[in-house]
């Protein structure tokens, strides 16, 4: 009798400690809760990394910066060394340069000149109704197209 007590004892036990670790373990409490917390972390690696590609981008950006600036100070260092040691005609070469480099708004201060305006033909600003429609610049806009007869 004894011996059946013990083995029905173990049985209930083992049924509620199944239960308890199917519920630990297996139940969807369980797998959200290991499912939130998994979203979370990918998250927050997430944003570590969105974070440091916008460090590395704006280290970029202050690095690029410093070296136009350093490569302007060379340039304007031998353009003016050049002025005093160079015969006349390298210093002409030299201004022609630089008279470029204002003109296509590479200035100091990075701003555009008023002068580049004048590199580029007038654009074509016409509103068209159609693509197949020419623009206000075109050679025939405006003039009445000439029928051509059509042969026989």
């Not at 075109?138 to 042969?151: F, R, V």
């Amino acid at each position: 009798m004894v011996i059946w007590l013990v083995g029905i004892l173990s049985f209930v036990i083992g049924l509620i400690a199944g239960a308890l670790i199917f519920k630990q373990f297996l139940s969807d409490a369980a797998k959200v809760k290991n499912l939130t917390e998994e979203l979370d972390e990918l998250t927050e690696t997430h944003n570590d990394y969105q974070q440091s590609v916008y460090s590395h981008f704006e280290n970029t950006s202050q690095l690029v910066n410093k070296l136009t600036q350093s490569y302007r100070d060379v340039y304007e260092g031998l353009a003016r060394d050049a002025d005093i040691l160079c015969p006349e005609d390298i210093t002409k070469q030299l201004a022609l340069t630089k008279q470029s480099s204002d003109l296509l708004g590479t200035d100091t201060r990075g701003n555009l000149n008023e002068q580049m305006d004048d590199l580029f033909p007038p654009r074509d600003y016409a509103t068209k109704t159609s693509p197949e429609q020419k623009g206000g610049l075109a050679a025939d806009y405006g003039l009445p197209k000439k029928e051509i007869p059509e042969e026989p």
